[in-house]
């Protein structure tokens, strides 16, 4: 049976477009520490590409999704020290089966990531 899936959505409301280059990845957690599932960038679209939309690799557990704001930034120009780097979003996934779509939204000093539909 294939999960649900984790898709990302990333705009960068400062500029009103979406976040395209932006690395994400992706890691179970569990005692052993974490397991990569999954890592890329987001898409002209402004979203993530990768098997793991599809629900690939993806089951019941903790999950970590880390957002490369830092290198965002330095790749459209904007100098740092940034205020944001990597920004770390921690999940728990009881029903593989249910879709779990991640949206973030942010600037150079705030963001919001929530569950969405």
Do not use: W
């Not at 974490?34 to 402004?46: D, L, S, T």
């Amino acid at each position: 049976m294939t999960a649900g899936g984790i898709s990302v959505h990333a705009v960068d409301v400062a500029e009103g477009c979406p976040a395209l280059g932006l690395k994400v990845t992706l890691a179970a957690l569990d005692e052993s520490g974490p397991r990569p599932v999954a890592e890329g960038v987001i898409g002209r679209n402004g979203t993530f590409d990768h098997p793991v939309v599809r629900g690939v690799g993806v089951g019941p557990g903790i999950y970590e999704a880390v957002f490369h704001l830092g290198d965002y930034f330095t790749a459209q120009g904007r100098p740092g020290p940034h205020f944001l780097d990597r920004v770390p979003f921690r999940f728990t996934i009881v029903e593989a089966a249910e879709h779990h779509h991640l949206p973030l939204k942010f600037t150079r000093f705030g963001y919001a990531v929530f569950r969405g539909v």
